[in-house]
């Protein structure tokens, strides 16, 4: 592994900080239409020549799995408008995670997905995890979605919160859609400003208004939002920051470090590659994550798909 901090792309300021430039958007809501589908295409491409192909062609048909049941779905319900202006000022997500679970439409998302999932070839363990879901009742299905949207995985049980996760993403990019993002604000370093979650990792884009722009992505309802480059996402310091990346490396994808807090979370360069995916990638580049356990830092984000490794 090799320490990259003054590499391209690596270094320079965010566009919005610089006289004269246009200033990026503070927020990009998902495309739950566009986002499953196009995912499902990356892990597919991510399968052809990688070492955990079996995992990522599961993981592949999943998000295929999360795009079908997408069309019959019906519409979960925002927050009321009052509540969502509150939260706003009062710097706090709109979108409250400790109520999602009681939402009928969830719970019909979950099922769905459940049913397809049941025909997709998969690992043993999580043909496991999916047969003891199935076996369940409502309540060991709800202490299993709120566990993820804790960040709170027993090891134990791995495999059923993975298609919790699932669930959940599907649930929470579809309310994601349906906001302003101008309406968003900026509610803490490292939380989403849709629904408070970390993100899975951040992407330096090549948008025309957001050139060089770094935006983290919640790993759960695929938020992106824009945070300033070389500043730590989990304690929000500038100073002690570094780039590790694999040696040999095309310089894609990098672990952007802090000495402050001992963390760090990846940095997916879409300028050099425009197909990473900010969950998918994040998996497929596991091996730089089994480097850095070697080290002093932990990592910082969360990506419920890379639970077990």
């Not at 491409?45 to 999360?66: G, K």
């Not at 439409?105 to 879901?133: K, N, Y």
């Not at 349906?178 to 370093?189: E, N």
Request: negative net charge; aromatic residues 6%.
């Amino acid at each position: 592994m090799s320490a990259s901090p003054n590499s391209p792309g690596a270094v320079l300021p965010d566009p919005s900080v610089i006289t004269g430039v246009n200033v990026p958007p503070f927020a990009m809501m998902p495309e739950p239409e566009l986002l499953f589908a196009r995912r499902a295409e990356r892990f597919g491409v991510l399968a052809r020549s990688h070492e955990l192909a079996p995992y990522l062609t599961f993981l592949q048909d999943l998000a295929a799995a999360q795009a079908a049941i997408l069309p019959d779905l019906p519409l979960p319900d925002l927050p009321e408008a009052e509540d969502r202006e509150r939260a706003r000022s009062f710097q706090m997500p709109p979108l409250d995670r400790s109520r999602s679970t009681a939402d009928p439409v969830l719970d019909d998302t979950f099922t769905r997905l459940q049913r397809l999932a049941a025909d997709v070839s998969m690992p043993p363990a999580a043909a496991a995890g999916l047969a003891r879901l199935s076996a369940s009742g409502d309540g060991v299905r709800e202490e299993v979605m709120r566990n993820v949207l804790a960040d709170s995985i027993p090891m134990e049980h791995l495999a059923e919160h993975v298609f919790a996760a699932a669930a959940l993403q599907v649930h929470f990019a579809r309310l994601a859609a349906r906001l302003d993002p101008k309406s968003l604000v900026d509610v803490g370093v490292g939380m989403c400003p849709t629904c408070g979650g970390p993100p899975v990792s951040s992407v330096v884009v090549d948008w025309p208004n957001a050139h060089g722009a770094r935006y983290c992505v919640c790993a759960l309802c695929s938020t992106w939002w824009n945070f300033v480059r070389i500043r730590c996402t989990s304690c929000g310091t500038t100073k002690g920051i570094g780039y590790q990346e694999v040696e040999g490396s095309d310089g894609e994808i990098k672990a952007e470090t802090c000495d402050a807090c001992n963390t760090y979370l990846k940095v997916l360069y879409r300028p050099k590659n425009p197909d990473l995916d900010p969950v998918a990638d994040d998996v497929g580049s596991l091996g730089l994550d089994l480097l850095m356990r070697d080290g002093p830092y932990r990592r910082s984000g969360f990506n419920p798909l890379l639970l077990g490794y």
